[in-house]
C-alpha cells in the first residue's frame, strides 16, 4: 500500500510534553514512560509536539528531540503523527523533512498563525508543503489559539492532492465538522480534536480522534469509538456523558490541565513552561474539581484514612492522591478557602472547622447570640427544620442592602453551603460519626451585582466542598504557600 494511502483512524492522544520543574528541561524517561503507558491502554496512534506537546514553547531542536524519542520507544508499535506546524511555509517544510527523516508515518501541520492568512493564502501554504514533502500530511484546524480558521471550501480544494489524508478540527464548531463530513470524509480521515464533542463526530462518521484528554482516560475513549462502530449508541451515550465533565475542563486548561491530571494519577509528567502557571491558567479550585472528577471515574483510588478525635478513633474511606494525609486529628481549629468563579459570579469561601466545645464552638455561639450588625449568622438547614449536620453556620462577608437582595443572592448561597457539607458527609471527608462533635463556621462572599441564582448555587456549593476538603486535609501546607507565592492574585485586581 502506498504511503499516501495511510489513514489515521480511532483513538489517538495528543501528547503532552514532560519538563522537568528545575530548569523545564525534556524529561526522557517520563516521555518514554508515557508512550509506553498510553500503547499499553490500547491508544491506535500517538501525536507529539502539537498543541497539547506546548510545541510552541519549544525551540526546534527541542520538538525535534520529542519526535525522535517518541518514534524511537514507539518502535513502529502505532503510527506517530508528528506536529510539525510553524507560521511560515518554508518553516514547516523544513521541520516536515526533519521529521520525515526522523521516520515518522504522517505529520499534523496547523495553521500558519500570529500573521493570519486568508483563504488563498491556506491553499498554497498546504499546496507548496505538499510539493515540497513527501510524507501523508494531516491539515489542522484549531483556530481559538491560532486565531485563524481553515474554511472547509479550502479544505475541500486540498484533498484533491494525494500527500493530504486526514484534517483534524479543534473548532468545537459542529457545524463546520459537519460540512468536513459532508463534503470531504470520503476521501481522506475527518478527526475530532473537540473533546466534549467527541460521540457527535463519531456518530456523525468521524474516523477517529485526536484528543488532549486521551493522555488521561484513553480507555473510556477506546470504548466510545468502539460502542460507535457497532452501533451501540446508549452506551456510547452513557460513556460520554459521564466524562464531559472531565473534557470540559481539560478542554479549558490545556497542557496544564491535562498535566495536572496524569501526574495525580501517578504516570509523572512534570510541569508546564512558562508563562502556563498554576493558580492562573489553572486555578487551585479547577485542579481540584481535575481530581474529584477522577476520583468518581476510578481513576485515583480510595485509601482508607484515620481520623482521630479524643478517644474516638474512626476510619473513613476518604478520597487519597498520595497528599491526603494518612491520619487527620487536632480538631481543635481547621481552616479551609476556595474561590470559584468569575466576575459577578464569583464565589469566595472562608470556613472554619472545630469541636463544638473549643474555640470555633464558642465564636460559633458567639456569632448567634451576640451578632456583627449586618453580618448575622444564619444557620445552614436543608429544608424547614432540617438542621445541617455537622451543625453550620453561614456568615455574609457583604452586607445585603434589602431582604431581596438577600433572598436573591445569599439564598441560593445557603442552600449550597447545605448540599456541600451533606456531600462532604456522605463521601467521608467529614467524618459521620463526629457530626455532632465538631461546627463550621462559613464566611460567604457573594458579588453585590450577583443575579444568576443558579451560578451562585453552583459556585458556592463548589466552593465549599473544595475549601472543607482543604481544611480536613490542612491545605495548602506551609510549602505549597511558598512555592505559590508568586503565583497567587487577587480576582478582582484588575477589574475596571
Known amino acids: 500500500m502506498s504511503k499516501f494511502n495511510f489513514r489515521p483512524t480511532g483513538v489517538m492522544p495528543a501528547l503532552v510534553t514532560p519538563f522537568n520543574k528545575s530548569d523545564e528541561s525534556i524529561n526522557e524517561e517520563n516521555l518514554r514512560n508515557l508512550v509506553n503507558h498510553l500503547i499499553d491502554q490500547g491508544v491506535t496512534g500517538l501525536v507529539p509536539v502539537g498543541t497539547t506537546g506546548e510545541f510552541v514553547n519549544m525551540n526546534y531542536g527541542e520538538r525535534l528531540k520529542v519526535i525522535e524519542i517518541v518514534v524511537d520507544e514507539t518502535n513502529g508499535r502505532v503510527p506517530v503523527i508528528a506536529g510539525t506546524g510553524e507560521t511560515g511555509t518554508k518553516l514547516v517544510i523544513e521541520a516536515t523533512k526533519a521529521a520525515t527523516d526522523i521516520g515518522v508515518d504522517a505529520v499534523l501541520i496547523v495553521t500558519p498563525y500570529y500573521l493570519k492568512p486568508k483563504a488563498k493564502g491556506l491553499y498554497d501554504h498546504y499546496y507548496t508543503i505538499t510539493e515540497k514533502t513527501d510524507i501523508p500530511i494531516v491539515l489542522y484546524n484549531i483556530p481559538a489559539c491560532t486565531g485563524v480558521e481553515l474554511p472547509w471550501t479550502v479544505v475541500e480544494d486540498l484533498v484533491d492532492i494525494e500527500n493530504i489524508v486526514a484534517i483534524k478540527d479543534s473548532s468545537g464548531d459542529y457545524k463546520y465538522f459537519s460540512a468536513l463530513l459532508e463534503k470531504v470524509s470520503d476521501k481522506i480521515s475527518v478527526l475530532i480534536g473537540w473533546?466534549?464533542?467527541?460521540?457527535?463526530?463519531?456518530?456523525?462518521?468521524?474516523?477517529?480522534?485526536?484528543?488532549?484528554?486521551?493522555?488521561?482516560?484513553?480507555?473510556?475513549?477506546?470504548?466510545?469509538?468502539?460502542?460507535?462502530?457497532?452501533?451501540?449508541?446508549?452506551?456510547?451515550?452513557?460513556?460520554?456523558?459521564?466524562?464531559?465533565?472531565?473534557?470540559?475542563?481539560?478542554?479549558?486548561?490545556?497542557?496544564?490541565?491535562?498535566?495536572?491530571?496524569?501526574?495525580?494519577?501517578?504516570?509523572?509528567?512534570?510541569?508546564?513552561?512558562?508563562?502556563?502557571?498554576?493558580?492562573?491558567?489553572?486555578?487551585y479550585e479547577i485542579k481540584d474539581e481535575l481530581r474529584v472528577e477522577l476520583e468518581r471515574l476510578g481513576l485515583i483510588e480510595k485509601s482508607e484514612i484515620q481520623f482521630e478525635f479524643g478517644d474516638k478513633p474512626l476510619k473513613s474511606r476518604f478520597y487519597a492522591v498520595g497528599i491526603t494525609p494518612q491520619k487527620i486529628s487536632d480538631f481543635e481549629l481547621k481552616v479551609?478557602?476556595?474561590?470559584v468563579g468569575d466576575r459577578a459570579e464569583l464565589a469566595h469561601i472562608d470556613l472554619l472547622i472545630g469541636k463544638k466545645d473549643g474555640p470555633v464552638g464558642n465564636a460559633y455561639a458567639q456569632a448567634l447570640t451576640n451578632p456583627e450588625e449586618g453580618r448575622e449568622g444564619l444557620q445552614v438547614i436543608l429544608e424547614p427544620n432540617m438542621q445541617?449536620?455537622?451543625?453550620?453556620?453561614?456568615?455574609?462577608?457583604?452586607?445585603?442592602?434589602?431582604?431581596?437582595?438577600?433572598?436573591?443572592?445569599?439564598?441560593?448561597?445557603?442552600?449550597?453551603?447545605?448540599?456541600?457539607?451533606?456531600?462532604?458527609?456522605?463521601d467521608g471527608i467529614l467524618p459521620k460519626e463526629l457530626a455532632d462533635d465538631i461546627v463550621l463556621i462559613v464566611n460567604v462572599f457573594?458579588?453585590?451585582?450577583?443575579?444568576?441564582?443558579?451560578?451562585?448555587?453552583?459556585?458556592?456549593?463548589?466552593?465549599?466542598?473544595?475549601?472543607?476538603?482543604?481544611?480536613?486535609?490542612?491545605?495548602?501546607?506551609?510549602?505549597?504557600?511558598?512555592?505559590?507565592?508568586?503565583?497567587?492574585r487577587h480576582p478582582f485586581r484588575n477589574d475596571p
Not at 452506551?235 to 479549558?252: D, F, G, P, S, T
Not at 444568576?452 to 463548589?462: D, H, V
Request: with cysteine; glycine share 8%.
Open 195 to 283: 473533546d466534549e464533542n467527541v460521540l457527535g463526530a463519531l456518530a456523525g462518521g468521524a474516523a477517529g480522534c485526536i484528543l488532549g484528554s486521551a493522555n488521561v482516560i484513553p480507555k473510556i475513549w477506546l470504548e466510545i469509538y468502539d460502542y460507535v462502530k457497532n452501533n451501540r449508541l446508549e452506551e456510547a451515550q452513557v460513556l460520554q456523558k459521564k466524562v464531559q465533565k472531565l473534557a470540559r475542563l481539560l478542554i479549558n486548561s490545556g497542557a496544564l490541565g491535562v498535566k495536572s491530571c496524569l501526574n495525580m494519577m501517578k504516570i509523572p509528567v512534570g510541569t508546564t513552561r512558562q508563562p502556563l502557571v498554576l493558580g492562573d491558567a489553572l486555578s
Open 336 to 339: 479551609g478557602e476556595s474561590l
Open 388 to 426: 445541617v449536620k455537622p451543625s453550620t453556620i453561614m456568615i455574609p462577608t457583604v452586607r445585603p442592602t434589602s431582604l431581596r437582595h438577600a433572598s436573591l443572592t445569599y439564598g441560593p448561597a445557603q442552600a449550597a453551603i447545605a448540599k456541600a457539607v451533606i456531600q462532604c458527609v456522605e
Open 446 to 488: 457573594v458579588h453585590p451585582s450577583a443575579s444568576a441564582r443558579k451560578r451562585i448555587f453552583i459556585n458556592n456549593y463548589k466552593a465549599t466542598r473544595n475549601a472543607i476538603r482543604k481544611a480536613m486535609e490542612g491545605l495548602p501546607s506551609v510549602d505549597d504557600g511558598i512555592e505559590n507565592a508568586e503565583n497567587a
